[in-house]
């Protein structure tokens, strides 16, 4: 069945560092790629998306490129905030009832 | 932000007791679903529904049950909770307008239980 993996965390940096999470996924057909963030005490929230290979997503300074020839969806930052600190899912959609199949997510630390 | 609320935030109750939580959307979407959240397995689907009184099995069904008699309402039901119960429960809505639209699900809050 389908499948996410992420990196295992915590990941702690210091502010300004560079993050790489990444992500390699199983899936049927051609999915589409997700980033979700979660704040503490809060839902998810949509971080970006790709729907089809080689495509870019992007927001707040956030990148993730969908690679279907690694099967990757890896997300990166060039220079994190503390305010980067959450917890980060890497998600597929996969069927027309939009299911998404979630990776277990991964915590990021960033100090000042 | 998208209009979901879930409701309770937070309760602590036994195990054999029963326990429903609500979500309620004022988006008017036609998609939504309930998931847990567990330290290791990220979110895992429990049931969805693609409309008033069409509902289905996610990945984790066993021990719940749903409900959904109006479009801005999801009921999720454990029937006799048990402590592998205890967790997040999230709600999520989609729009679903075009089936296969791939229209990203906006999530509430969450629900803490815990079953002692």
């Known amino acids: 069945g389908d499948s996410v993996t992420q990196m295992e965390g915590p990941v702690t940096l210091s502010e300004e560092a560079f993050l790489t999470i990444n992500c390699t996924y199983t899936a049927t057909g051609y999915p589409s790629l997700f980033w979700y963030v979660q704040y503490p005490g809060e839902g998810l929230q949509l971080l970006l998306k790709?729907?089809?290979?080689?495509d870019k997503g992007s927001n707040k300074g956030f990148e993730a490129t969908y690679r279907k020839e690694t099967t990757s969806f890896h997300l990166e930052k060039g220079s994190v905030q503390v305010s980067d600190s959450a917890v980060y899912f890497c998600a597929l959609l996969t069927d027309s009832w939009g299911k998404l199949q979630f990776g277990a997510g991964t915590q990021v630390v960033v100090t000042p | 932000d998208a209009g979901i609320t879930q409701s309770p935030r937070h309760k602590v109750t036994e195990t054999g007791t029963p326990v429903t939580l609500r979500c309620h959307q004022t988006e008017n979407h036609r998609y939504m679903y309930w998931y847990r959240q567990d330290p290791g397995h990220g979110l895992r689907l429990i049931h969805y529904s693609y409309g008033v009184k069409d509902t289905d099995k996610g990945e984790v069904s066993d021990g719940y049950s749903v409900s959904r008699s109006k479009t801005e309402d999801f009921l999720l039901t454990l029937e006799s909770a048990t402590s592998s119960q205890t967790s997040v429960y999230f709600c999520a809505i989609s729009d679903g307008r075009v089936r296969g639209s791939n229209q990203p699900q906006h999530f509430g809050d969450g629900t803490r239980l815990s079953i002692l």
């Open positions: 790709a729907t089809k290979a080689d």
